[in-house]
Nanobody
Framework: QVQVVESGGDSVQVGGSLRLSCTVI????????IGWFRQAPGKEREGVAA????????????YYTDSVKGRFTISRDNAKSTSYLQMNSLKPEDAGMYFC???????????????????WGQGTHVTVSS
């Protein structure tokens, strides 16, 4: 049984930083895609970043939505089956519930499409206050 568990959500001030973690349990092959999505109240779920990491760092592909480029960094430790989303210079519009999702094959240009992911976590909440 596959489990996806997020953690790290918190309340921070504008300009602050948070690191979210996503641990994947039960997927034997580590060459899967991990996507981070967020959803603010009244808004659609939005793809924030994704990472596909092969057997070596040379085979790592990362994807970001434009609004977080330069501020967010997605990474992955395959040995720990964990992905991280480092979020810096947080803005009020970054607030929301953040979800981690797993696609058991490559994500590529489909990474921001929530429908292509096989497994989802329960989410972790991020609040950004001024």
């Amino acid at each position: 049984q596959v489990q996806v568990v997020e953690s790290g959500g918190d309340s921070v001030q504008v300009g602050g930083s948070l690191r979210l973690s996503c641990t994947v349990i039960g997927v034997a092959d580590s060459t899967y895609c991990i996507g981070w999505f967020r959803q603010a109240p009244g808004k659609e779920r939005e793809g924030v970043a994704a990472i596909l990491k092969g057997m070596s760092d040379r085979n790592t592909n990362t994807y970001y939505t434009d609004s977080v480029k330069g501020r967010f960094t997605i990474s992955r430790d395959n040995a720990k089956s964990t992905s991280y989303l480092q979020m810096n210079s947080l803005k009020p519009e970054d607030a929301g519930m953040y979800f981690c999702a797993v696609r058991t094959i490559s994500c590529g240009t489909l990474w921001r499409n929530a429908n292509v992911y096989n497994y989802w976590g329960q989410g972790t909440h991020v609040t950004v206050s001024s």
